[in-house]
């Protein structure tokens, strides 16, 4: 049974941190390329970054670029995303994203 669980979400003032991680099991993650996407309230489903491997990693949101890193640890089978410097509008459900495969999400609130 393929799982992807997400967690590390929570409230965090403006340019505070979080490091969100993802769990996978019940496939072969290492072969994966796996992906961070995100939803805001009332706006679609972004693709934040992917890392494939062996690794190349790419942040695909322009306002994340140099804030956000993404990274994997195949021998655990974790996907990370480091978001640094946060600011109001990276607010969204972040998604853990493996082909068809999706994870529930985890709540990042951005406020002051």
């Known amino acids: 049974q393929v799982q992807l669980v997400e967690s590390g979400g929570g409230l965090v003032q403006p340019g505070g941190s979080l490091r969100l991680s993802c769990a996978a099991s019940?496939?072969?993650?290492?072969?994966?390329?796996m992906k961070w996407f995100r939803q805001a309230p009332g706006k679609e489903r972004e693709l934040v970054a992917s890392?494939?491997?062996?690794?190349?990693?790419?942040i695909h949101v322009d306002s994340a670029k140099g804030r956000f890193t993404i990274s994997r640890d195949n021998a655990k089978k974790m996907l990370y995303l480091q978001m640094n410097i946060l600011k109001f509008e990276d607010t969204a459900v972040y998604y853990c994203?493996?082909?068809?495969?999706w994870g529930k999400g985890t709540v990042v609130t951005v406020s002051s």
């Open positions: 994203n493996a082909g068809e495969y």
């Open positions: 019940g496939f072969t993650f290492s072969t994966y390329i």
């Open positions: 890392i494939g491997s062996p690794s190349f990693a790419i």
